[in-house]
């Protein structure tokens, strides 16, 4: 049975499901979720500056994009645990939509990294750190997310199934 969606399971159930010996949610999510989590750390340091300085509007601005990728993150988390799934059940077609999530997560990450980048210095200095959380977070999804890319990448062009090593 698939996995609901990670944006309405509790963190308990997401870490369960991932932990299990079912295919997914696996990495993909786990990147996903780590993006959502980092944008969200974002978003807290510039709502939380803007409660005390509203005059900072490229800080609103910044928090509604980053609103946007939080929740592009949870579909392609939904999206790379769905086609995952079905990769490993020799669904035909289905790796050339997990690269095309991929790619999408990937786009995601490096503009979140950039709105972040944009965000430090308006930001309030006791904020800071959860821009550090932000950014690592930020980089970690995209290491997994380039990681998965080349492994789904090399699958493709490889004679072996990838599901072979999953099962």
């Known amino acids: 049975m698939l996995f609901g969606s990670i944006a309405w ?4 159930e997401v870490l369960e499901a991932t932990a299990s010996d079912a295919p997914a949610p696996g990495s993909g999510a786990a990147a996903a979720l780590a993006l959502g989590l980092g944008v969200a750390c974002a978003s807290k340091a510039a709502r939380i500056t803007l409660k005390h300085h509203p005059e900072r509007q490229a800080l609103a601005a910044a928090d509604a994009r ?5 929740a592009d993150a949870l579909r392609d988390g939904d999206g790379d645990a769905a086609c995952f799934a079905a ?3 020799h669904e035909p077609g289905v790796a050339e939509r997990l690269v095309e ?14 709105l972040v980048a944009e965000m430090e210095a308006s930001v309030a200095p006791i904020m800071r750190n959860d821009l550090l959380a932000a950014r690592l977070l930020i980089d970690s999804a995209e ?4 990681a998965n890319l080349a492994g789904t990448a090399g699958a ?12």
Not at 9 to 12: E, I, L, P, R, T
Not at 66 to 70: K, P, T, V, Y
Not at 156 to 167: I, L, Y
């Open 87 to 89: 990769l490993v059940a």
């Open 143 to 146: 290491a997994i997310v380039r």
């Open 156 to 167: 493709q062009s490889s004679s072996d199934n990838c599901s072979d090593a999953v099962m």
């Open 101 to 114: 999530i991929g790619e999408h997560l990937l786009a995601r990450t490096l503009h979140a990294r950039a």
């Open 66 to 70: 980053l609103g946007e990728i939080r």
């Open 9 to 12: 399971q509790s963190v308990a």
